[in-house]
């Protein structure tokens, strides 16, 4: 019963430790080796006994055998757990003591202690205790003592990376296995102990799972926050090394998921992390920033690239897949050893993005003139909240003129920044930031009541306030509650949907999202008109602008880029100006800078124009006098 106790106990740890990837910093082959000494304890001990049965042996010799079967797993234990407390802290300690020591343990015992500690030859005087069994006690537990020394001087060293937890634990461990071996003479039932040894194993590989579990497990490198504190541990315990940051990608990996499926995607991650482990030496710390990034610390002098197209006919041979990834990294060179992890990714990620769409370049340094940009882009992220609470966000109003009146007869309404240390920041600066990171909703949000505020307030003072447009992000459209915002907007201010109109770009409409439509078609049943931006930007498709219900289409400004001299130009913008007619229409013509140009689409029988030619967007204050 005993040892089955010990097999069930053994095989949780076991089912524990094997339902996640180990990392190499634990030491696999160690708590491999941890497991099976358990194993053939408890096979020994049994077996003995079993073998008694048939066999005649002197209780003494059953003894000796167990009691070396004992000393031998415990000794064991003693020694993988030193190698298993070195990897886990990841070490790289260059004193042979630490290296030496485990092995010197293990011999004493083998060849002194174990022979000698209980006189176990003669029965008559198992148990008693004499002056030379003392003796080698003492030795022995001096001995383990310098072992539980040494191990917490490694543990408190290393805290950083492992947690106070973890920390707790691993210490915790040591001493049990101390007091144990430390009192061994007193050991008869030697099946119980290998019930307990297993509860010592289970509760070692447990541990490693719950509390340092830095690795992902799907990948099988370390996760980010694992990652960022084995930099600082790196760069504490080596302050003479120089070291660098660098942050890898694959360029549109969304497109292998699209072709291949998730799981192979997943499958191909898994062989990039396993490229890199192999690629680089063990010097080198690797991480998992999610989705299809990785992260890696590489001493100086160490490459830190892998090359820059990987085939996967050569990653999976035999399958014809055909099809390359394109890999570029961006690289930050660590001078502050005190800066957070997190910053030098950061820096690292800010010059890879530089080149995120030159096909042609795999790597980029971060340097020097990168630092304001980088600056700015961190500034706006940390200060985007305060912006709004402090209405430093001021809505731009750029009007839209009849184009042959040339009276406004619309207005688009564009987000500027008011910052009061850098001053006015331009949305080309902000907006992509925060379409990335989400602030988009709430600042679009913001802008669209201030717009309704100020309409209100200018009708109040009987302003005829012509329509203004909104600008709806795609990020807006994946919104729940987009049509209750803007409804309940609109009643807030005693307004009437035609007083808003709602500019989506082109680029939502090629989106095949059933709810947007939905939305938009519940928006244009209560009055509001919707805007088609940016037409011909470069998403065009005649089949998605048959599909897409909207009321007024805006051409792309740069379709007046040198339209005057241009002929294909012109062939274009009258081919939309014409379909806009035929379908009844209206169409609004941005980028009209010269009279040249507004003369050209005038003639073409284009409606609105909007421009610098008439206007730029000026602030509230102005447009109030411009509509007045």
């Not at 302050?239 to 997943?266: A, H, S, W």
């Amino acid at each position: 019963m005993i040892t089955l106790l010990s097999f069930g106990i053994l095989a949780i740890g076991i089912l524990a430790i094997r339902a996640r990837s180990i990392s190499r910093s634990v030491g696999k082959l160690w708590i491999d080796m941890e497991i099976i000494v358990t194993i053939l304890y408890i096979l020994l001990v049994w077996g003995s006994d079993f073998v008694k049965r048939f066999v005649p042996l002197s209780d003494g010799r059953i003894h000796v055998f167990n009691i070396s079967a004992f000393t031998l797993a415990l000794t064991s234990y003693l020694l993988f757990a030193m190698k298993i407390t070195i990897g886990l802290v990841r070490a790289k300690e260059k004193r042979p003591l630490l290296s030496i020591f485990p092995c010197v343990l293990q011999m004493i015992f083998l060849l002194v202690i174990n022979p000698i500690n209980h006189v176990a030859y003669y029965p008559e005087v198992r148990g008693e205790v004499t002056l030379e069994k003392l003796t080698f006690i003492f030795v022995s537990t001096v001995i383990l003592l310098a072992y539980v020394i040494m191990t917490a001087y490694l543990v408190i060293r290393h805290r950083r990376r492992l947690g106070v937890l973890a920390s707790s634990t691993i210490v915790a461990i040591v001493v049990l296995v101390f007091c144990i071996t430390a009192l061994n003479y007193r050991i008869s039932d030697f099946k119980f102990m290998g019930a307990v040894f297993a509860t010592f194993v289970t509760f070692n590989l447990i541990m490693l799972y719950i509390v340092d579990n830095p690795v992902d497990p799907k990948i099988g490198i370390y996760k980010s926050e694992a990652f960022f504190r084995a930099v600082e541990e790196d760069l504490a315990l080596n302050p003479d090394t120089n070291y660098q940051l660098c942050v890898l990608d694959i360029r549109n990996f969304q497109d292998v998921n699209e072709r291949f499926g998730f799981e192979r995607g997943d499958d191909i991650l898994i062989r990039v992390a396993a490229a890199m482990r192999k690629s680089f030496s063990w010097e080198v710390e690797l991480g998992y920033l999610g989705e299809d990034n990785f992260v890696g610390l590489f001493p100086e002098g160490t490459y830190w690239m892998l090359q820059g197209i990987l085939s996967l006919d050569e990653m999976y041979p035999g399958e014809n897949m055909d099809y390359n990834l394109s890999l570029y990294s961006g690289v930050y060179k660590i001078k502050d050893r005190t800066m957070n992890p997190i910053l030098m990714c950061d820096r690292a990620r800010f010059a890879m993005q530089s080149i995120r769409y030159d096909y042609d370049k795999h790597e980029c340094v971060y340097d020097m003139s990168q630092d304001h940009a980088f600056e700015m882009q961190a500034y706006m992220l940390h200060n985007c909240e305060r912006a709004i609470h402090e209405n430093a966000f001021v809505p731009y109003f750029q009007p839209i003129y009849d184009a042959n009146t040339k009276q406004i007869c619309s207005a688009e309404a564009l987000v500027r920044w008011k910052d009061k240390q850098y001053g006015l920041i331009s949305p080309g600066d902000f907006i992509p930031l925060f379409e990335k990171n989400g602030f988009i909703n709430k600042l679009d949000v913001y802008v669209w009541e201030q717009v309704c505020k100020y309409i209100a307030e200018w009708r109040k003072e009987g302003i005829l306030v012509p329509p203004v447009s909104v600008n709806i992000s795609r990020r807006d459209l994946q919104m729940d509650n987009l049509y209750e915002v803007i409804v309940d907007l609109i009643k807030k201010y005693h307004l009437s949907p035609l007083d808003i109109k709602l500019e989506i770009t082109e680029s939502a409409f090629v989106a095949d999202n059933q709810r947007f439509f939905k939305t938009i078609e519940v928006l244009k049943e209560v009055g509001f008109r919707i805007l088609m931006d940016d037409f011909g930007s470069g998403y065009s498709s005649f089949n998605t602008f048959k599909d897409a219900h909207v009321d007024v289409l805006k051409a792309d400004m740069h379709f007046m880029d040198g339209i005057e001299s241009s002929d294909k130009g012109k062939i274009v913008i009258n081919t939309i100006v014409e379909m806009a007619r035929q379908l009844d229409m209206p169409i609004v013509v941005e980028g009209v800078e010269t009279e040249g140009q507004y003369e050209y689409v005038k003639g073409i029988g284009c409606d609105m124009i909007q421009g610098y030619y008439f206007s730029r967007p000026v602030p509230p204050e102005k447009f109030k006098e411009m509509i007045k």
